[in-house]
């Protein structure tokens, strides 16, 4: 699946993966690991990995993440949370994921 295009569980797994928390990728909702909808697990990560954000009002797609590292690339999501998980995933596993089917 391309980066781009994740959202809700398959986004979440995504970021799972690039955290090492492949081990509660099955039972994702019952742990309540959901980064692209939660500042506490979002923020922190956010904060680590030094992704940028901009707002367009107006816009259908609100927020625009960027990286130092990625030059010329930027993930658009209608959140902020997810405009970031986008992109943190783009950095650890790249332009596309592998997700597994009972997610997507």
């Known amino acids: 699946m391309k980066t781009e295009e994740l959202t809700g569980a398959a ?5 799972a993966k690039c955290e090492g928390k492949s081990h509660i990728v099955k039972e994702l ?3 309540f690991y959901s980064p692209s909808t939660d500042w506490k697990i979002g923020g922190p ?3 680590r990995e030094g992704i940028d954000c901009t707002f367009h009002p107006g ?3 609100h927020w625009t993440a960027m990286h130092v590292d990625c030059d010329h690339i930027d993930f658009r999501a209608p959140t902020l ?5 986008r992109m943190y995933v783009y950095i650890k596993l790249g332009d596309e994921v592998e997700i ?5």
Do not use: F, N, R, S
């Open 100 to 104: 597994p089917e009972d997610l997507i």
């Open 59 to 61: 816009a259908t797609i």
């Open 29 to 31: 909702y019952k742990y």
């Open 45 to 47: 990560i956010m904060e």
């Open 81 to 85: 949370l997810e405009a970031v998980m």
């Open 11 to 15: 986004l979440d797994w995504a970021v």
